[in-house]
Each structure stands twice: as C-alpha cells, then as structure tokens.
C-alpha cells in the first residue's frame, strides 16, 4: 500500500521560512515526477515546484527565486525550501508523487503566514 506523507507546515510571519517534506512509501511503478501543490483558501490546487527523476526543476511564477524543490529519489522523499514567506503562501500544501502507472497524493500540511 502507498503512502505518501508531508510534513513541515505551521504558523510563520510573513518574510520567514518553513521546509516542507514528503515522504513516500509502499509499491512505485518507477517514480518519474515529485512535486508540491498548494491550495489556497477558495481557490483551486495549483503547482507551486515538481521535480524530475533526472532533477528537471519546474516552479509556479510567485514560488521562483523563494522557494527551493529538492529530492532524494533513492529514499522517495521530496523537500520544499520557502524563504520570503508571503500571506499568499497560505493554504494546504500537497506532496505529489507520480510513477509510470499512478499518481499519488499526501494528505496535505497546512502552511499559515500572518502578515
């Protein structure tokens, strides 16, 4: 059975940091992509950084020059460095992992900024 498993969020102010990670365990089809989403209050899930087996670096637009994706392919975790935590970093923040077959998702850990 897979897990996958974040952990790191809470309660920072705005300009402060958090380092999400993720976890993954049980069966993979040769996991190719992990990555990060956030959904943020009344809004829809959306990409904030993936990352490849080969350490291809995708990032949303509003997470360049902030926040850091990293992985460990050989332990199936996934990291998130943020730095310059913005209000707008609110919301539940979902580890994604996808092998050949399937796509896995994290219960998700809540980040909260205060301004």
């Known amino acids: 059975q897979v897990q996958v498993v974040e952990s790191g969020g809470g309660l920072v102010q705005a300009g402060g940091s958090l380092r999400l990670s993720c976890a993954a365990s049980g069966k993979f089809y040769e996991i190719n992509v992990m990555g990060w989403y956030l959904q943020a209050p009344g809004k829809q899930r959306e990409l904030v950084a993936a990352i490849t087996s080969s350490g291809s670096t995708n990032y949303a637009n509003s997470a360049k020059g902030r926040f850091t994706i990293s992985a460990d392919y050989a332990q199936n975790m996934v990291y998130l460095q943020m730095n310059s935590l913005k209000p707008e970093d609110t919301g539940v923040y979902y580890c994604?992992?996808?092998?050949?077959?399937?796509?896995?998702w994290g219960q998700g850990t809540q980040v909260t900024v205060s301004s």
């Open positions: 994604y992992v996808a092998d050949r077959l399937y796509d896995h």
